[in-house]
């Protein structure tokens, strides 16, 4: 296992589609995060999972934006009704209990 | 609520400059800091981590520090190389908030030829 993966590394979508991303974090990582990162800024948290269970979310994530995790493995992120605010860059980190946490290249959206 | 600061946003030095990148943070109950790096459209890479009990960490070229009562923290790189161009972000974990990390808004490095 290399590490973090995301799938799409770009994805372009029209305002008001769905768009859906995958992170598979590292063998036996318990804990997955997802960040949101904006063009010049730092990258913001936007929820979290251990195993399965999804423990925290940001008041960023909008009742338009939903995560799961369900096997306690991959995880995905979808945003519904897509809007040009969503573009961004979208990271996924994966770590054991309370230690380092490891990122995936990232997918940029691209809501025109 | 945590906020992480870094100056300068921006920084240009030509090759073989020591230089210093700086980050704050309001909040000194941190379990620890990271400095991650950065290449344009790429994710994170982590650098250095300095648990909260550490003053600092070192890797080759690259020295990070941590004063917790003061909220800062500095990255220190050596002998500057164009290869060294990215931005660098400081991140500090919040005890028992699930590990999430709060990034400060990061330092674009270019290190000219």
């Known amino acids: 296992d290399t590490g973090v993966s995301q799938d799409p590394r770009h994805k372009i979508t029209k305002r008001g589609q769905n768009v859906t991303f995958r992170c598979d974090p590292i063998?036996?990582?318990?804990?997955l995060y997802w960040y949101r990162q904006t063009l010049g800024q730092g990258p913001e948290f936007l929820t979290y999972f251990q195993n399965e269970a999804q423990l925290e979310k940001s008041r960023l994530l909008s009742d338009r934006f939903s995560a799961e995790r369900p096997k306690g493995s991959f995880s995905t992120l979808e945003i519904q009704r897509t809007e040009q605010g969503d573009s961004a860059m979208y990271l996924c980190?994966?770590?054991?209990?309370?230690?380092?946490?490891?990122f995936g290249p990232g997918t940029r959206l691209t809501v025109t | 609520k945590q906020e992480v600061t870094q100056i300068p946003a921006a920084l240009s030095v030509p090759e073989g400059e020591n230089l210093v990148l700086n980050c704050s943070f309001t909040d000194s109950a941190i379990y620890n800091l990271q400095w991650f790096r950065q290449d344009p459209g790429k994710g994170l890479t982590s650098l250095l981590l300095?648990?909260?009990?550490?003053r600092e960490q070192t890797s080759g070229r690259l020295n990070a520090s941590l004063d917790k009562s003061s909220g800062r923290s500095t990255l220190y790189i050596a002998a500057s190389q164009p290869g060294d161009s990215a931005t660098y972000l400081c991140?500090?974990?919040?005890?028992?908030?699930?590990?999430?990390?709060?990034f400060g808004q990061g330092t674009e490095l270019s290190v000219k030829p």
């Open positions: 063998s036996e990582h318990n804990r």
């Open positions: 300095i648990q909260s009990s550490q």
């Open positions: 991140a500090v974990l919040i005890y028992n908030q699930g590990g999430k990390l709060i």
């Open positions: 980190a994966s770590s054991p209990q309370d230690r380092v946490e490891y």
